[in-house]
């Protein structure tokens, strides 16, 4: 019997709906993937995504983070840290560290909680969309609190988000709907950069505006206000994304998984290892794409440079290479054996990832107290059709009583 085609399409049905068995042939196969449709490059192996991730020299995220960006180097003069690399990156993410603190994030716990509580208080028990209803609203209203955006904008930051991140089958480049979508959200940040210029406030948008960073001349200078706007753009859609797949991936894979809920049930001391486990097991962020700055040589192919190289993090928590029974949901596996890329690695490691760590706990704790017997309406499920971004738009719940 002959075996079908490997094909790698990140812009697919196939790729939106889950693409592991996929990983799983990419890094048996063809560890350095190339795509003909595409003329990118993909690197699927644990090492080989791990160190891509740390070897910015080579892989270098200037040009972007997408493959539309990456194709056309299409990065405005003012760039958002994730697009930037060293030194200009060091500096960036100097300045921004100091904001996510431990002891700020700590300090953030009780309204974390609070907004918790007033979500999952609004819903029905006897059904409700566990995504829609709960997952997707209170991770953007801690972001965008903590970077002090109105009460009566917040979530409209999540709908403008959700659009420059859709894209449907086969589509590559952001819609009209998307970039509209992408200047809305700008717009609205260089608005409030402006307003805290002449009225600071307790937020993260007056820390950046009272900031100073070192530029590449050694002068020491502010932010201007399209700098911030780019900052708060980035943390916000990071800030809400990743919480909201991560709870919706939850419900979904601890319903397969029914014997892992129960040992969160009997031991909530489990709770921090079984968000790492669902980072590992099923990343919100499944890539991330850099642009090859010289020629790559791996496993006996060679990348040229200039080229889009797709690091595919959500295979590599997947490699069997760097976790025993890397497809086995366990939220007791060995945390030593691998680096999890879930937030990446290196530079680009994710500056909100003890921040989404302590939002996804605190929601996992309290799914367990409302809905300790659950079921889920498999035929409602759905999954988003997102660049970069994988997880469930819709999860159907009800509480068994």
């Known amino acids: 019997m002959t075996k079908a085609k490997l094909v790698f399409d990140p812009f697919s049905q196939e790729f939106f709906n889950g693409s592991y068995d996929v990983y799983r042939r990419m890094r048996e196969e063809a560890p350095v993937y190339y795509s003909e449709e595409y003329d990118f490059y993909a690197l699927s192996r644990h ?18 983070v997408d493959l539309a960006q990456v194709r056309t180097g299409g990065i405005a003069e003012h760039k958002s840290i994730i697009v930037m690399d060293p ?43 566990l995504v829609q209803d709960f997952s997707v609203l209170f991770p953007v209203e801690v972001v965008t609190r903590m970077l002090g955006v109105p009460a009566e904008h917040r979530q409209q930051v999540r709908l403008w988000i959700d659009e420059l991140l859709h894209r449907e089958p086969g589509q590559v480049e952001m819609s009209e709907a998307g970039m509209q979508a992408a200047i809305e959200s700008a717009m609205l940040y260089y ?34 206000n399209i700098e911030i706007a780019s900052f708060a753009t980035l943390l916000g ?38 968000v790492e486990e669902l980072l590992r097991y099923e990343a919100p962020a499944q890539y991330n794409v850099r642009y090859s700055l010289q020629e790559v040589h791996l496993h006996g192919v060679t990348i040229p440079a200039g080229k889009p190289v797709f690091l595919l993090g959500g295979s590599a928590n997947r490699d069997p290479e760097a976790f025993t029974d890397p497809d086995v949901f366990d939220i007791d596996r060995d945390r030593t054996e691998a680096q999890n890329l879930a937030f990446g690695y290196g530079i680009h490691s994710c500056l909100g990832a003890a921040l989404a760590r302590m939002e996804s706990a605190i929601a996992l704790d309290k799914l367990l107290d409302f809905m300790p017997r659950y079921t889920v309406d498999w035929d409602g499920c759905k ?4 660049q ?14």
């Open 47 to 64: 090492a080989d995504v791990s160190r891509g991730l740390t070897d910015f020299a080579t892989f270098s995220s200037s040009r972007g």
């Open 237 to 274: 859609g990071a800030g809400a994304e990743t919480v909201a797949k991560l709870i919706g991936n939850a419900a979904v894979v601890f319903a397969q998984n029914p014997d892992q809920w129960e040992l969160l049930l009997a031991d909530r001391s489990k709770i921090p290892a079984a």
């Open 191 to 224: 608005g409030l950069a402006k307003e805290r210029r002449d009225n600071p406030q307790d937020d993260m948008l007056s820390k950046l505006v009272g900031a100073e960073i070192e530029r590449e001349d050694g002068e020491m200078t502010g932010l201007d």
């Open 388 to 401: 970069n971004v994988a997880g469930w738009s819709n999860v159907p719940v009800r509480v068994l009583r």
């Open 383 to 386: 999954r988003v059709t997102m």
């Open 87 to 129: 030194p200009e990156h060091r500096q960036m993410r100097g300045l921004l560290s100091k904001v996510f603190t431990p002891r700020a994030i700590s300090s953030l716990e009780p309204m974390v909680s609070e907004q918790i509580d007033r979500f999952l208080g609004q819903v029905d028990p006897d059904g409700f969309d």
